[in-house]
């Protein structure tokens, strides 16, 4: 019995050895995130109020750290001097943005390679349809072209899917005060459709309506090659972010275009 008990206190010590030589497993980083309120047309005031929110909700949960800037520079796959990061260094990017970027042919190729073939996330935010319109695969990307917000008022949102993570919090029907956008060259056969409006709710005589068929999307998902993307053009109004329903949407959104979580992005046409 002696020699069990100095056998057993052999391994042991033995163990302990071995856990004391034995690194500590690395703490997962949090990941990063580009956002960039960058404005070759409109300013928009409430893009303060979506950095800031971005900011937080990374803060807060621990999840990932927001770069915040007002230019372009960082959209590039180029060595940047002076402590500036590319986007390698990027696991997505939330662009809040109006007009033709300055771009050129490399930071064009570079951001859609960083989702479509490097499988990182895209977030655009309330204007990203009213950006570099004449850029096609931008188009591609985001979903559509931005032709006119008929509406700014209060008025009721279809939250269409349940199930995705974004959206599963809400209840059928969202009442929300805001600025509500048409988009031409936007089709459900691309993109999931998250939420949209709901034209019972608006004035559908207003001369400036161009849509005829009474699509009017305002949040959707898609897969972009391996990356993947989540616009919503909800946003225009301060407020809009001071929501906890609409906080709790933004930090899903994250996670899914993070690879965090999973929700369907297929397709599919409207009820």
């Known amino acids: 019995m002696k020699k069990v008990y100095i056998a057993l206190a052999l391994i042991a010590g033995v163990t302990a050895v071995l856990i004391a030589q034995t690194p500590a497993q690395p703490q997962a980083r949090p990941k990063r995130i580009l956002f960039i309120?960058?404005?070759a047309g409109f300013q928009h005031d409430s893009i303060s109020y979506a950095a800031g929110t971005l900011w937080k909700l990374g803060h807060d949960t621990g999840l990932w750290e927001t770069y915040i800037r007002t230019d372009?520079?960082?959209?590039?796959?180029k060595k940047l001097t002076a402590n500036a990061r590319n986007l390698d260094y990027f696991d997505a990017v939330y662009l809040y943005c109006t007009g033709d970027l300055p771009l050129d042919a490399e930071q064009k190729a570079s951001l859609l390679s960083f989702v479509h073939d490097d499988g990182k996330g895209f977030i655009g935010g309330h204007t990203v349809t009213d950006c570099n319109q004449n850029w096609p695969e931008w188009v591609d990307m985001v979903g559509g072209i931005f032709i006119n917000h008929p509406w700014h008022q209060a008025a009721t949102v279809n939250v269409e899917d349940r199930s995705f993570p974004a959206t599963a919090h809400f209840g059928p029907k969202l009442q929300i005060t805001d600025e509500f956008y048409e988009n031409r060259e936007f089709s459900r056969d691309r993109v999931r459709v998250l939420m949209s409006l709901d034209t019972k709710s608006v004035d559908m005589t207003k001369p400036n309506i161009e849509r005829k068929d009474g699509d009017f999307a305002l949040t959707w998902v898609r897969n972009y090659g391996k990356g993947r993307v989540f616009c919503s053009?909800?946003?225009h109004e301060n407020q809009i972010y001071d929501r906890?329903?609409?906080q709790k949407m933004y930090l899903e959104a994250v996670k899914w275009v993070l690879g965090m979580t999973n929700g369907d992005a297929t397709p599919r046409p409207k009820k």
């Open 233 to 235: 053009a909800l946003g």
């Open 37 to 39: 309120g960058a404005s």
């Open 72 to 77: 372009t520079q960082l959209i590039t796959k």
């Open 244 to 246: 906890p329903d609409m």
